[in-house]
């Protein structure tokens, strides 16, 4: 098929586009990267000359926190929708929305409501679409998983308020399996929550990662919310993804049912922290 994969240099896009060339697909790739900025893609004749004989669009650009230059309101919302429409237009009949878990009716922060204005065009038109909405997601390349590796090799582990917040992470290979099965399921028009295979704690990952790594578990150092949200204030001027916005949604949990998931991919996805290459060895 022809495939046009926004966000093909980042860490979701890149895994799927291995996929899709491994699989014999032929790839137009599109980021800042490749030649196009979605900040000057904002009207569907913007998108139109990309579009021609595209038989899928997949749309995985993101960030996870704003700059001057880049805001959610332009990359989440305004050039997903410009691209949305002109594929009606173009006659491109299905499309793959990367949104993120958490961008439902409970959304609050401006990174959910963004990602939920987005996908809210998209389920109005008239198009075989899915939107995916991934968990936290890790694997070979994610930024966050470096910085939660880094975390969990710390001689102390932070624990943030009472350390109860509830996360599912999902491998990147089991999304790469979603969009996958995306490409050839008949029945389209539907919503898909992408999360790990169960629930735990932040403080459980960060546990079951130094497992993995071969080290005991750490103790544990309790830091009062308060202190923490004061400190994401600075810190993510270093780290963008320390956003206060960012542990407000950690804070409230990240977790769905896992079973609509499983019952797409005809198996459960992977349990949390484990390489998929290390579970198969047992
Ligand atoms: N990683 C997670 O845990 C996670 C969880 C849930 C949902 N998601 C969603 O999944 C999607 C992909 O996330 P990711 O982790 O793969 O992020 P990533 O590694 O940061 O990749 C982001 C991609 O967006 C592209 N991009 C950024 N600004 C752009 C612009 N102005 N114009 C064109 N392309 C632009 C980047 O390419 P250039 O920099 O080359 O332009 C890159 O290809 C995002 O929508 C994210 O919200 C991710």
Redesign the pocket.
Known sequence: MNILL?????????HIRQALLAAGHHVTP?????G????R?LTPQDWLPHLQNVEVVI??????AETR??TFA???YR?PAALFRACVMAGVPRVVQ????GADEQAFTP?QLS?KAADDVLRELPLEWFVL??????GE????SALFRYMANLPVIPRVGDGGQRIQPVHVSDVVATVMQCLQVASARRTLDVVGAYPLSFVEWLQAMRREAGKKPALTLPIPLGLVMASAQVGRFLVPMLHPDNLRMLQRGNVANVQPLADFLGRSPHPPALSPAKQARG
């Open positions: 926004t966000g093909a240099s980042g860490f979701i896009g890149g599109v980021s800042r990267q490749h196009l900025d979605f900040t893609m749309n995985s650009v993101g960030i996870i230059g880049q332009a990359l989440h050039a990367i949104s993120a878990l990174y990602k909405r991934p968990s936290l997601v890790y390349g994610g930024k966050s």
